[in-house]
């Protein structure tokens, strides 16, 4: 019989509803239930397509003795990461301050007050490695809890008090200037891996903000060694089986140094970010590989990840049928020699091998191989090589597909819409530009209520319960300007201004302009969590900055842009120290200390081409930051455009910064040499 979690929206909670477990989604009822029973709580905590959840979750949650005992002794609670991050979090820095490390499956024991006293990740049903069995934590967890409750209850007042000793020392609130980012620049390079591209060792996560900010780095400055460190890192990754040599898009992360073996799963955000990234390396060095690497993630997106509801659901799995029944890790993606030669016949096969690196031992587990792009001597036949690639693709599309996680997430579909807008606007692909216009009207339609306040996650057309938290308000108002620049449409600018107004209200501090990743009405939690460092996507609190200077330069108000220069204070402090883990902060500061630039394009109607061309040049700029208005003569829709008129009865575009303009040019050229560099 199901439990709980049948009702739930989460596809991660619903994998766990026919669980002979009794668990409880978070809610304050679940607590209530622990201090009316005297049960200490077990928080389990993971995401859809996380492997070791999959296999703790068959190993003992699925398992009818080990549910007995855990029912018997235990209120049992289960969150999806991606629905509830302020509670991931506030766990996480726990967890990590107690053992040194985290990680997914999240196992934490709480009081019916939620303070937590003993923690851990993965528990195996059997003691291994060092590691006991899940049973015996369990055992050991009743035992303390019945017998040495004062102990435990000690334990955990020291957590929290820990926790809350733990608040971001926060500088002098003054963004970062010339100094601070040369000093990030050279720490990057000093971490950076001119063998392999990259930063650091094994794993290798994809550097995306890291990378935004080498681009504008360079487009600023004009430091070689920041394009350089970018565009290697972006080739050897194309080039590698992080990236899908068949269908495009991008895996989580590599296990080696080399980009070589990833871990499978396929994330929206990872995507969206390193789609938006090939396209500004693109923008700055016309490089095909970038262009190619762009259209095809984008194209990944729309095809494998768009909901019926136009939104962009969050992951596809890691693990899928391997034909046997069985559920492997990569089974969907890679290749032995001998299916190469059943798909494409003895010769080509050959081919095939050397051109994607399949080889007899193979690179990845029993044989197989998965496609990379090793750099080559010889000269293949272009066209050999498209018919290769799309007989395999329609071979692959035969094999059981990974699961997908059908939630949409606001932020990350913010981070969708940025990407597909700008892309779409690159390459004359208005398709994509549709994608993101379709994407945003969902969020607008079921994710803002009345007050504009955004929930985070939908599924199948239904809103989730959950609160969104600071990056889903940042990311998706910075989706909402970057439609704003491609379109022209002032809708975007208004409702990204209702998010930013919630953002000024609700999440700073203000004190400090410091920001919280919750809002000030959110629930509290044992602490109200704030990280202003990147993980796999922008920390809320940089993304939140980025977001209020854009707006601040489409608008002129004062308050978001003072905001902005606040809550950059963060990076200032951070960013000469640990510059990988801000990278989005310093891009961010890097369109500060270059106005951001305001370049408002007029004609005498949108689709004059001369208006269009200008438009173009506008959104393919590489100066930092800079924020595009389109429009017709006299229109009100943005405020950029007021009092521009057209030059000699010509379109023309108008560049501003810091308070002073430039005079009007109708010439594309010179429009073009006046945002770059």
């Known amino acids: 019989m199901p439990n709980r979690l049948a009702q739930e929206t989460s596809p991660y909670l619903l994998q766990h509803a026919d669980n002979p477990v009794d668990w409880w989604p978070w809610s304050g009822e679940a607590f209530e239930e622990a201090r009316k029973s005297g049960k200490p709580v077990l928080l389990s905590v993971g995401y859809s397509s996380c492997h070791w959840c999959h296999v703790m979750a068959h190993e003992s949650f699925e398992d009818q003795e080990t549910a007995d005992y855990l029912n018997a002794h235990f209120v049992n609670i289960k969150v999806d990461r991606e629905e509830r991050p302020d509670v991931d979090a506030v766990y996480m820095e726990a967890v990590q301050a107690a053992t040194g490390q985290g990680g997914w ?130 080739e050897r990754m194309a080039r590698g089986g992080i990236y899908d040599q068949l269908g495009g898009g991008f895996a989580r992360y590599s296990v080696d140094r080399e980009w070589v073996v990833p871990h499978f799963e396929k994330m929206l955000y990872d995507n969206a970010l390193l789609c938006r990234v090939y396209a500004h390396l693109w923008r700055a060095t016309g490089s095909e590989l970038a262009r190619r690497v762009a259209l095809e993630t984008a194209d990944f997106m729309v095809r494998e990840l768009r909901t019926a509801e136009g939104g962009f659901a969050s992951a596809l799995d890691a693990d899928s049928d391997d034909g046997s029944g069985k559920h492997v890790e990569g089974a969907y993606y890679v290749w032995t020699p001998a299916q190469l030669v059943e798909v494409l016949g003895e010769e080509d096969a050959e081919l095939a ?73 690159y390459f004359d692909r208005p398709d994509l530009v549709e994608a993101a216009v379709a994407a945003a009207d969902l969020l607008v339609r079921l994710h803002l209520d009345q007050q504009a306040r955004l929930a985070r996650t939908s599924k199948d057309g239904h809103v989730g319960a959950n609160a969104g938290v600071l990056e889903d308000y940042a990311d998706v108002a910075e989706g909402f300007l970057a439609l704003t620049s491609v379109t022209g449409e002032g809708v975007w600018l208004e409702f990204a201004g209702f998010l930013l107004d919630h953002v000024l209200a609700r999440f700073v501090d203000p004190e400090s302009g410091a920001l919280f990743d919750t ?23 940089t993304a939140a900055a980025g977001a209020l200077l854009s707006y601040a330069a489409q608008t002129g108000s004062e308050p978001h842009r003072t905001a902005a220069e606040r809550a950059l204070g963060v990076v200032k402090a951070l960013g000469p120290r640990v510059p990988r883990f801000i990278g989005w902060g310093l891009a961010v500061a890097e369109a500060l200390l270059d106005g951001p630039r305001e370049v408002a394009v007029v004609g005498p109607e949108m689709g004059h081409p001369a208006t269009k061309a200008l438009h173009r040049a506008a959104l393919l700029g590489t100066a930092p930051g800079a924020v595009v208005a389109v429009g017709v003569v006299g229109s009100d829709e943005l405020p950029l455009l007021a009092d521009r008129p057209l030059v000699g009865g010509e379109p023309a575009a108008y560049v501003c910064r810091n308070f002073t303009c430039d005079a009007p040019t109708t010439e594309v050229e010179r429009l073009r040499s006046s945002l770059n560099g």
């Open 353 to 425: 091998a050397q051109y994607f690196g399949v080889t007899e031992e193979g690179t990845f587990e029993e044989g197989a191989s998965v496609l990379q792009l090793p750099q080559h001597e010889g000269v293949f036949d272009a066209e050999k090589v498209e018919s290769v690639k799309r007989r395999l693709l329609a071979a692959r599309a035969e094999r059981p597909a990974p699961g997908r996680d059908d939630k949409v997430v606001a932020a990350w579909n913010g981070l969708a819409i940025a990407a597909l807008a700008e892309t779409g606007a």
């Open 519 to 541: 809002a000030s009405d959110a629930e509290q939690l044992i602490r109200r969590p704030q990280d202003p460092t990147d993980n796999a996507v922008p920390s809320g609190w």
């Open 105 to 234: 499956p999240m196992t934490v024991f709480l009081t019916p007050d939620a303070e937590p006293f003993y923690f851990g990740t993965y528990f195996p049903p059997a003691p291994r490695h060092g590691m006991p069995s899940f049973r015996q934590v369990l055992e050991g967890v009743r035992g303390a809890w019945t017998d040495r409750r004062d102990e435990v209850a000690e334990v955990a007042e020291k957590i929290v008090r820990d926790l809350a000793g733990r608040e971001i020392s926060y500088g002098d609130a003054q963004a970062p200037g010339e100094e601070e980012l040369a000093g990030a620049l050279l720490g990057l390079t000093r971490e950076y891996d001119p063998q392999r591209g990259g930063f650091g060792g094994a794993p290798k996560f994809p550097p995306s903000m890291v990378v935004e900010f080498l681009l504008r780095h360079h487009a600023r400055t004009g430091a070689e060694g920041a394009l350089q460190m970018a565009a290697d890192t972006c």
